[in-house]
């Protein structure tokens, strides 16, 4: 395998083509084969190191990531103006990655330490601003973080899902390990299914319809009596993009969450298309389950 005369050869145990160093017009420039995996073992292996070895002595960034679910940037962005006002080297920055946003605090200084000093300083005020739509920091995600917290918490859950047909239980096996939590769900598309199966009251559906809080306060307890778990999130709602009426309009969504004192309910209205309607619509089932578990942790 060739390189380019003068280039270091940096050795990739993960392939078999190597990377390779070069200076370049006073510059030095890193070249990685197959990202990501290849690239990524030989910048932990090789380049990592060599980085940190030529920025020795020069500035020092101390940076935390905070995840934020709820909470469009624009609204962020406007809740945190002037957080890094006369605290030298910081800045905000900002990433959509739907349907969360990550919010990147950074803070520069010669001095790892008082770099270190300055982003804890504005710790605080940040989880301030954005509280309760940050949900934590780092790399763990929202559906990590919810099936951490009820495994921590030992609670079981079930779910009951009609226009997000299963999205709520595809999330929280994504884990390893998370039969240990989530024993099962019911995809209950339509009426007459949502009586057979979780017991649904006709009466209910009559009165009230499918998309209601009467009819997902039913669903999430039947599905817990049906399941035995700890607790039962159940959706119904509008996804679109058609079947909306005045009363209940596309992007309309009811979630209810039930637990063994008491059984709540969530009325949510998105915009956007279908996609987006079931994904925050399930992503907001996540965060409520979040909720519960942290209360039993405080609890207990």
């Not at 999130?233 to 009363?247: E, N, R, Y």
């Amino acid at each position: 395998m060739r390189i380019p005369a003068g280039a270091r050869a940096l050795e990739n145990s993960a392939g078999a083509a190597p990377g390779f160093e070069l200076e370049l017009g006073g510059g030095r420039i890193f070249v990685f084969p197959g990202v990501p995996r290849e690239l990524h073992a030989i910048w932990e292996a090789h380049v990592r190191p060599r980085v940190r070895e030529l920025v020795k002595g020069g500035e020092r960034i101390a940076r935390r990531v905070y995840r934020v679910f709820g909470m469009g940037e624009s609204v962020i962005d406007h809740k945190l103006h002037g957080i890094d006002a006369g605290v030298a080297g910081a800045t905000v920055h900002y990433q959509v990655v739907f349907p969360e946003v990550l919010v990147k605090l950074v803070v520069r200084d010669r001095s790892a330490e008082l770099a270190e000093q300055r982003l804890a300083a504005l710790d605080a005020q940040l989880r301030e601003r954005l509280a309760p739509f940050l949900y934590g920091t780092g790399d763990e995600t929202l559906v990590e973080r919810v099936m951490r917290r009820l495994l921590a918490a030992k609670l079981t859950v079930a779910t009951a899902e009609s226009c997000t047909g299963g999205m709520i239980g595809e999330l929280l096996t994504r884990m390893p390990g998370s039969s240990a939590a989530y024993k099962g769900g019911a995809i209950v598309y339509s009426n007459d299914e949502k009586e057979r199966q979780l017991g649904v009251r006709r009466e209910t559906l009559v009165a009230h319809g499918a998309v209601s809080e009467a009819c997902v306060r039913e669903m999430a307890e039947g599905a817990r009596a049906r399941f035995g778990t700890d607790l039962a999130v159940a959706i119904s709602g509008v996804a679109g993009p058609g079947g909306g009426t005045p009363d209940k309009p596309v992007g309309l969504v009811w979630i209810a969450l039930a637990g063994p004192a008491e059984t709540t309910t969530r009325r949510l209205d998105f915009p956007g298309t279908r996609d987006w309607v079931r994904t925050l619509s399930a992503w907001w089932a996540l965060r409520m389950l979040l909720d519960a578990a942290a209360q039993k942790e405080v609890s207990s």
